[in-house]
């Protein structure tokens, strides 16, 4: 069985495609980091995958079932807000809250959400940070609380939507690090989703690239190569390797206005 | 100052209040939708003139209106915000519908300032029964989606995609708010509903960073600010709803500046 599974699917809001006719496969327990431009549909994908967005064309699986909303084995880290990093309340709250708002009606949190919050707190070593209120904590912190969060009724794929952006890089070390932790300990399959492949490199199994449309999904080599990227493209890329880190950038003055991308 | 029969139902009066707006206003500031609830109460202008036109009890014609207003803003969900036009434009014309009504109804020149402004000294029994049923049923109801109502106004999408529907706990919400609104207007007005349903939660806010905590905070803070109002209007002989206003704006400025000096203290 495949964890996710993509035949010939279309992905878009109204007019608009992000994704068209694509098809995929990624492996129990891989470690995937969704690549691409801000923009190119990286969480049009992920809401795919919680059933949250049907496909307007062709057939997804998500561990061999098709999407749906409420699946309590995908644990979801979505973006962060600044309304959210402006909160006044205290983490642990928070993670209870999110078991306890399954339910309707009293009582307002029993035994069993707090031992889990408890535990998932334990894993990410967040259980003195949960203490804290939301707007005091660092961006490092907040996520590590948000990956704690997911990890609430032991899922078996762990979705996160850009928990990179606007951290430093000792930060961005400590989340992919961290999650990679709990990836293995659990075996679980992680999409990570980020507009940068530096802070992932070394501890992805693969990488799936979104562009223009299309996706490319394979090991890093593979697929952040000037042949591969210029045919995700369809225009000419190149991929230029210093130090530890790849930078792809639009070749030369062939596309007008073709940016220099962001290294990746 | 018991003895009288009017002093002892606006104390009730101010309780019933309390409570249902200290509670959901609470919610209102965190999932920042005031202006929503201003909006609300304009709406509700022209549902109790029209109302004393058609001769039924004002605050009957008052909730229906805030009701409807309520779902429809719950309706729109996302797409109302960002919306600050439409809405005003429509509570304008509330306002002044609300207006044209009492231009109709020449005998009673007072209803206008009363419904604005609010008059708690002239609640009478019948009306204190009919605030303590919505009470109850808008705290009720919120204590049964209150979990729930908490994940989707933390985080929305996380909340989505565990398969609880934001938008359909928000409409009931946007109900759950029309009756505080309308609760709060027997005793504030229209133009001051702020004061009560604002005011004290956003003050509970800076006191406290855990939510049981902070709504008990809210409640307890809207009794105290009314009652007080209550006291020194007594004394005065100046309006209530200025007094609670005064005490609710002073005590958000002393939790404003006691988190300020909280926070860069340490």
Not at chain 1, 193 to 205: F, K
Not at chain 2, 49 to 74: D, E, K, N, Q, Y
């Amino acid at each position: 069985m495949t964890a996710i599974s993509f035949k010939s699917v279309t992905l878009g809001h109204g007019r608009r495609r992000t994704l068209e006719k694509a098809s995929f496969e990624v492996a129990p327990g891989d470690f995937i980091g969704l690549l691409g431009a801000n923009g190119a549909g990286k969480t049009t994908l992920l809401r795919s995958l919680l059933g949250l967005l049907p496909p307007i064309e062709g057939a997804i699986e998500v561990m061999g079932s098709r999407p749906s909303r409420g699946n309590r084995r995908i644990g979801y880290v979505p973006q962060i807000h600044r309304a959210f990093s402006e909160l006044h309340l205290i983490g642990r709250d928070l993670l209870v809250g999110s078991v306890a708002g399954l339910r309707f009606g009293w009582p307002f949190s029993i035994g069993a959400d707090q031992r889990d919050v408890g535990r998932v707190l334990d894993l990410v070593e967040g259980t003195s940070l949960a203490q804290r209120p939301i707007s005091s904590l660092s961006g490092g912190e907040r996520q590590r609380l948000l990956i704690a969060q997911a990890l609430l009724g032991r899922p078996s794929m762990l979705l996160l939507d850009e928990p990179l952006v606007s951290l430093d890089p000792n930060h961005q070390m400590g989340v992919v690090e961290l999650v990679r932790r709990v990836q293995k300990e659990f075996g679980m399959t992680v999409v990570f989703s980020s507009h940068e492949l530096t802070p992932l490199l070394g501890s992805i199994d693969g990488v799936l690239y979104l562009g223009h449309r299309s996706v490319a999904l394979g090991a890093v080599d593979d697929v952040i190569t000037a042949e591969c990227l210029s045919r995700l493209y369809n225009a000419p890329i190149e991929v230029v390797r210093a130090g530890g880190r790849i930078f792809v950038v639009a070749a030369g003055e062939v596309r007008p206005g073709g940016h220099a991308h962001a290294p990746v | 100052m018991l003895q009288y029969d009017f002093m002892q139902n606006a104390f009730a009066a101010t309780f019933i209040v309390a409570c249902v707006a200290g509670t959901i206003g609470y919610f209102m500031v965190l999932r920042g939708q005031t202006f929503a609830g201003h909006a609300m109460s304009h709406v509700g202008f022209a549902g109790a003139t029209g109302a004393v036109l058609l001769g039924v009890s004002p605050l009957l014609g008052l909730t229906l209106f805030t009701m409807t207003a309520g779902l429809g803003i719950g309706l729109l969900g996302e797409r109302a915000q960002g919306r600050d036009v439409a809405i005003g434009i429509v509570l304008s014309l509330s306002l002044g519908l609300g207006l044209l009504f009492l231009n109709f109804y020449t005998a009673f020149a007072g209803q206008a300032t009363t419904l604005l402004f609010g008059n708690i000294l002239g609640v009478g029994r019948s009306t204190l029964w009919l605030m303590l049923a919505i009470g109850l049923v808008a705290l009720l109801a919120l204590g049964a989606i209150a979990r729930p109502l908490i994940f989707c106004s933390l985080q929305p999408e996380l909340a989505e995609a565990k398969g609880v529907s934001p938008r359909a706990i928000g409409t009931v919400f946007m109900l759950l708010v029309s009756l505080a609104v309308a609760e709060s207007v027997q005793v504030v007005g229209i133009l001051l509903v702020f004061t009560l349903m604002v005011a004290p939660a956003a003050t509970a806010m800076h006191l406290s960073s855990k939510i049981t905590t902070a709504v008990a905070l809210s409640v307890l803070l809207a009794l105290a600010e009314a009652w007080l109002g209550l006291v020194l209007a007594y004394y005065t002989n100046w309006p209530t709803s200025f007094w609670i206003t005064f005490i609710g704006a002073a005590c958000y400025l002393m939790a404003w500046g006691l988190s300020r000096q909280l926070r860069t203290g340490r």
